[in-house]
């Protein structure tokens, strides 16, 4: 319940003792603090398995957010750190990691092994893995389209007609996104790929004549530079048109951010990246994490590490 009151319903520790008062039970703060730091330390083997489940995937999806971290150097002040968020497509399991920075050497480490599809927004921390063998960039077609709604104060005619065929677009993903993969390239291939194409010339015609610096110059320069990445998803009936779902499991971060204000601690910044991982992946998978959470406590501790994937929270494992 602590750890569940934490870090899904955002209720710091001070909130969480004082709920308990009022039902007749008297907990100290440290005691507390206590129970969640041992259970968060079970855990860690199962965030070390997740994490080498993830790396074997062949699609992933990327994106960072940050968190204030006390720094213990300088008294009273935060430091910025940041989480960087992982989301296997395939199998829909999530992994933060915390790094201090949000420049490249935190992905270059994290991904030094990986091979497949990588899928981002296009933050230049990325950009690196343009030029590694073996890994396909693919972008954010909502990030986009995101430029496009910003520019309506600045253009609104192109800008209505770019988030029309935006809107087509998705539309036409909605209507497919329970389809076989082999059916939604077939689909996206005959119908989204025309209008893509169509889409393109317009904006190339168009920005010969728009400011570049201006918001509708910005949001066709950010199209047109990154068109191929950004139309990929039209070549494999697997790959998704945006990041969409991994920055769904991010927001809830900024609510815990809220209300907790910050990590005590760079070691404490990684506990909380390990237990999102764990929370977030249950719930992309529709798991009850109260559930999961008090049976894989009771049952990890009984177990090597060599037989704990069963424990990760995924769909068709049993809790």
Request: glycine share 6%; aromatic share 10%.
């Amino acid at each position: 319940m602590l750890i569940i009151g934490k870090f899904i319903d955002h209720l710091p520790i001070y909130r969480q003792i004082a709920i308990f008062k009022r039902a007749g039970i008297t907990l100290h703060y440290n005691t507390v603090l206590d129970w969640t730091n041992n259970g968060l330390s079970i855990l860690e083997p199962l965030y070390d398995q997740l994490r080498r489940k993830i790396l074997t995937s062949h699609y992933l999806q990327a994106d960072e957010t940050g968190i204030k971290v006390l720094d213990s150097e300088k008294n009273g002040s935060t430091h910025q750190g940041y989480l960087w968020a992982y989301r296997d497509v395939i199998s829909n399991l999530v992994l933060f990691e915390y790094q201090r920075g949000r420049n490249k050497e935190g992905p270059a480490k994290m991904l030094k092994d990986f091979n497949g599809f990588l899928q981002t927004d296009g933050y230049a921390a990325y950009d690196q893995f343009y030029h590694r063998d073996g890994i396909t960039m693919l972008h954010c077609m909502a990030h986009a389209r995101r430029y496009f709604k910003e520019a309506e104060d600045n253009d609104k005619e192109r800008s209505i007609y770019a988030l029309k065929v935006f809107q087509e677009v998705y539309q036409i993903e909605r209507q497919i996104k329970d389809f076989s993969n082999e059916e939604r390239q077939k689909i996206r291939q005959e119908a989204i790929v025309p209008a893509l194409n169509a889409f393109h010339a317009w904006m190339t015609e168009q920005y010969r004549t728009v400011t570049p610096k201006s918001p509708i110059g910005k949001a066709l320069e950010y199209s047109m530079k990154r068109w191929k990445e950004l139309a990929l998803f039209t070549t494999d009936g697997q790959l998704e048109i945006d990041n969409n779902k991994i920055e769904n499991e991010i927001r809830p971060i900024a609510l815990g951010r809220k209300n907790y204000l910050f990590a005590g601690s760079h070691e404490s910044a990684q506990r909380i990246a390990m237990i999102y991982s764990l929370l977030a992946s249950c719930k992309a998978n529709g798991i009850n994490p109260m559930t999961w959470l008090s049976n894989v406590l009771e049952e990890l501790p009984n177990r090597t590490v060599n037989d704990i994937e069963d424990l990760i929270p995924q769909k068709g494992n049993s809790y």
